[in-house]
């Protein structure tokens, strides 16, 4: 009995994250193989503009809830009304982006329910006897899991840029259903008090698709503008390695690798990085690895696409240069 | 304050993954050590002794080898620690050792349960929310700053782009980010300390629950190695050739600029 | 006989590593450059407990035994001998004779603001006319009402000028020779008390070497170590002691080196392979390991003599002699197997090779440890 395969669209002032676009858009061909109805479930506030864009990116039904309450994105609250609406409406599969909120709201939400959940998954495949299973790097990306839930619903969250955003199609209907927010007290328990967004320009980092990062061949905090006007130039997010965010020269949240953020760009351009597999553990899922190091031995050539060995100080401001010209 | 730690002891980083010859992950030889975000825990937990005394508390799951991690947390200034063994909880699911730590936990007091935000071995990062959803207890997670005062904590959370203050009553269970403090060393002191300090051990039986109260929720159908990257091309030339070489294969070849 | 490490050792050696890679490695090489004493460093060692290993908790001690202190002082010394033998001297050449020989006032006076870090100690035997040959000793301390007037100097004290606590030798009675010498605790700031010429040293550049000034310095009677006439013999037994902190420090610049020298082998490739696939290096290497282990099992036995209250000289002397001409030899090979790279500040191994040597001269040259080892098999 074909009972819906769920995608828990991730919305912010009204735009969508692109994660969830891409969970619609392999959520599409998983439901054609399935013969599931794709649906999109947004919480939020003033949300109902971006039911007609989950249906152009293949959604066949929207659940909206809409409710003050639900305004930002509370563990509590969102938990609590996914639960009851999953209980009520039982999908075969609830798929969530491995974001901050994802990662805060589907274990929660898994426990509630009383099932399993497969993080951060790399890959995702159908077949008939097992329906979903999962691909999920542990030990940090050197070796994987394929994963398979015992229960229903099955519960997964996807890594960003893992799967490709099909274009959309504005003739694509869905149905609309409203639903209303039932929130336990109990689930009241923690309040926003204040939200600091940094005002940066760039992409996020685990979302970005161009990714440049310093690590300690940058030598200071001073140098990483050259990084800087490198990716501004190809719209690029900064990353750093674990040195850097050591010494001080760069804060904490830049560091990409095992005890910082896991990245999965479509292009990843380490500088000054030596690659030391806690780093790799972070961004060994990119599509092409650039490396620029002056150290010819450095770990990082063992696994980049392209190597340029040589003074990223001399190297980094012509690439810009090249770049621009690229236009 | 009854301060509660959840530490899991996991592979060090550094150590190699093999698979042995049934498919599954080797450990022989493998380095253990305490999951490094725990460290962050413990480092927070002991902070909080220091301002407001009271008592920590580590709870963990998993074989003998646990009681070094232990002993390490121990050392570094925990109070006692409570290990749960059981044959049947050789490798749990992250619903299973939830349900279980909720049990042991449910059994002492507690004002604030503390937890790494992930364990680098699984990098699940779920076990510590599900534990508050059992508890039912409220839970934050990726806390980078930890006030407490009256039954509430107010706390700074990481979150995409940027970070949120919330306000939670305690109870609740946090789960510690990198840049929430430094650890600190356990001193010489606290490892001769530390021998004398209690590792309580329990079974399922001692937890009053049964292998048949646990079924899996996720199955492992196997482990593979990927395959291993291999370095390509280095592109030679001067500064201005190669930089010029390289935006043009980005482009042209790689097509991904 | 049981040649593991048991947990709390394992724990112990973790730490140290743990904070000697983390804190005191990354600034190595430049202290070293600049002849910088490590004093915040040591301060942390302080924190840490590890001032006063063998001290017991009466004296606000960790009450651990020498396995333990002598694993510190190889951890810290791996990646900087310099800091290796602050903590060595520190402890073993001041805080030692002062628990070993002082009156219950001297210790709580000096010994446990000494164990717990708060206060830095130094030991002052040597002098120009009195190396090997301590009746050479010209400092000279005389009797005065209920004190005594030092004078004279000392060359080549470890910590001096940083240290706050002293204890030094002074010859009471030349007639009497090596029997004429007694042992005083000094401060430093004591009227007369000052500090002279600052070695520019070959290696272990980082650790204060300074001559110790002593122009009618006035102490109080109280500040005789043990008894007139003593002093040799706090000197001999102190040295003994030391000598395991030495030992360790020289195995700690081994097992260094060697680590080096066996990431760079697997690492290089000439001639078509790595170098650790080339028979020449695998055989050097295959040397630099078991001259550690040797020199490990033998600063081990030492420790066990110590601990168990035994006759150490002989084991601390043999554990001496080869743990230090282990490291100039392992330091050496480093060097050699790095070529033209380990020759360079680009890699510790330069340095490790000139922290090397003075493990073979100080606290007992290797020669003065083969007397002691000769004198204690012939004695029976």
Request: charge should be negative; aromatic fraction near 6%; charged fraction near 25%.
């Amino acid at each position: 009995m074909a009972k819906g395969i769920w995608i828990i669209i991730e919305q912010s002032q009204a735009e969508i994250r692109n994660v969830s676009l891409e969970l619609l858009s392999q959520g599409r061909i998983l439901a054609d193989k399935t013969g599931d109805p794709l649906v999109a479930v947004i919480l939020g506030r003033n949300i109902t503009e971006l039911a007609g864009k989950v249906a152009a990116y293949g959604a066949d039904k929207v659940i909206l809830v809409d409710d003050e309450k639900l305004t930002d994105y509370t563990t509590g609250a969102y938990t609590s009304v996914l639960n009851k609406l999953i209980r009520k409406e039982e999908p075969q599969a609830v798929l969530l982006g491995n974001t901050a909120v994802g990662k805060d709201l589907a274990p929660r939400l898994a426990q509630r329910l009383g099932v399993g959940m497969a993080s951060d998954c790399t890959g995702m495949e159908f077949d008939e006897e097992s329906f979903l299973t999962f691909r999920r790097p542990i030990y940090g990306g050197k070796a994987f899991a394929q994963v398979v839930a015992n229960a229903r619903p099955v519960l997964a969250t996807i890594r960003p840029n893992t799967f490709p955003i099909a274009l959309p199609n504005a003739l694509h209907q869905a149905e609309v259903i409203n639903e209303m927010a039932e929130i336990d007290s109990e689930d009241l328990r923690a309040v926003v008090k204040e939200i600091a967004l940094a005002a940066s320009q760039r992409p996020e980092l685990i979302e970005a698709n161009v990714i440049i990062s310093g690590g300690r061949g940058m030598k200071g905090p001073e140098n990483y503008c050259i990084l800087e006007s490198c990716a501004d130039m190809i719209g690029a997010a900064v990353g750093a390695s674990r040195a850097a965010v050591d010494a001080g020269w760069i804060e904490q949240k830049f560091q990409v690798g095992q005890t910082g953020k896991t990245v999965s760009p479509t292009l990843y351009i380490a500088c000054g990085i030596s690659g030391a597999i806690q780093h790799l553990a972070g961004m060994g899922t990119s599509k092409v690895i650039v490396a620029i190091n002056k150290d010819p031995e450095a770990n990082i050539f063992n696994l980049a696409d392209y190597g340029i060995v040589g003074d990223l100080f001399e190297i980094l401001p012509l690439l810009t240069e090249e770049f621009k010209k690229l236009g | 304050m009854d301060i509660v730690v959840c530490l899991k002891q996991t592979f060090d980083t550094e150590a190699k993954i093999v698979l042995d010859s049934s498919g599954k992950i080797d450990s022989t030889g493998v380095n253990l050590v305490m999951n490094p975000y725990d460290e962050f825990a413990v480092e927070e937990a002991l902070k909080l002794r220091e301002k407001f005394g009271g008592q920590v508390t580590l709870v963990s799951m998993g074989g003998e080898r646990v009681t070094e991690s232990l002993r390490t947390a121990l050392a570094m200034g925990c109070d006692e620690a409570i290990l749960i063994q059981d044959p049947a909880l050789e490798s749990p699911d992250e619903w299973v050792t939830a349900e279980v730590l909720a049990k042991a936990v449910s059994q002492i007091p507690y004002d604030i349960i503390l937890a790494g935000r992930i364990a680098v071995d699984d990098g699940s990062g779920q076990v510590a929310i599900r534990l508050a959803d059992a508890l039912k207890i409220p839970s934050v997670n990726c806390i980078l700053k930890l006030e407490t005062a009256d039954g509430k904590a107010e706390v700074t959370r990481e979150i995409d782009g940027g970070t949120e203050l919330i306000e939670v009553s305690l109870p609740a269970v946090l789960t510690t980010q990198k840049g929430l403090n430094i650890p600190r060393y356990p001193s010489m002191m606290g490892i001769m300390k530390a021998k004398k300090k209690e590792i309580k051990r329990l079974t399922l039986a001692d937890l009053g629950m049964s292998a048949a109260d646990l079924p899996r929720k996720m199955s492992i159908m196997k482990f593979n190695l990927p395959s291993p990257r291999k370095g390509g091309m280095k592109i030679s030339g001067e500064a201005a050739d190669a930089a010029k070489e390289l935006a043009r294969i980005l482009r042209e070849e790689a097509k991904v600029i | 006989m049981n040649f593991d490490l048991n947990e709390d050792h394992i724990m112990m050696r973790k730490m140290v590593r743990d904070f000697a890679e983390q804190e005191c490695a990354p600034g190595a090489e430049e202290r070293d450059e600049k002849e910088e004493f490590p004093m915040e460093l040591w301060k942390k060692c302080g924190e840490l407990g590890l001032a006063g290993i063998t001290f017991p908790e009466e004296y606000c001690g960790v009450g651990a035994d020498y396995l333990s202190y002598a694993i510190t002082v190889e951890e810290l010394s791996r990646v900087d001998a310099s800091l290796g033998v602050t903590v060595s001297a520190h402890s073993s050449l001041c805080a030692n004779p002062i628990y070993l020989f002082g009156t219950e006032e001297q210790k709580q006076k000096y010994l446990i603001p000494l164990v717990t870090g708060e206060k830095m100690g130094a030991f002052g035997l040597t002098e120009a006319m009195a190396g090997s040959d301590a009746s050479g000793t010209r400092t000279t301390a005389v009797r005065d009402g209920n004190d005594y007037i030092i004078n004279g100097s000392k060359i080549f004290i470890t910590n001096g000028y940083y240290a706050d606590t002293y204890v030094i030798t002074a010859q009471m009675d030349k007639s009497k020779g090596n029997r004429g010498i007694a042992a005083f605790i000094l401060e430093k700031g004591m009227p007369g008390f000052t500090f002279g010429k600052k070695e520019k040293k070959m290696g272990i550049r980082s650790s204060a070497t300074y001559e110790l000034v002593f122009e009618n310095v006035r102490i109080p009677a109280e500040n005789l170590l043990g008894e007139e006439g003593q002093g040799f013999k706090i000197a001999m037994v102190t040295l003994d002691y030391g000598r395991i902190g030495i030992a360790s420090q020289a195995l700690g610049i081994a097992q260094g080196a060697y680590e080096q020298a066996l990431k760079y082998a697997k690492e290089r490739s000439q001639f078509g392979k790595t170098l650790s696939e080339l028979e020449v290096i695998q055989f050097k290497l295959a040397d630099m390991a078991l001259q550690i282990e040797a020199a490990r099992l033998l600063v081990y036995q030492a420790c066990h003599m110590a601990t168990e209250h035994r006759p150490v000289s002989k084991y601390a002397a043999m554990a001496k002699v080869h743990a230090s001409e282990t490291a100039n030899m392992v330091a050496t090979q480093a060097v050699q197997i790095l070529g033209g790279y380990g020759y360079t500040r680009d890699y510790p191994v330069e340095r490790m090779m000139r922290d090397a040597k003075i493990t073979e001269i100080y606290e007992g040259t290797s020669e003065i440890q083969r007397l002691v080892i000769a004198a204690n098999i012939l004695k029976d």
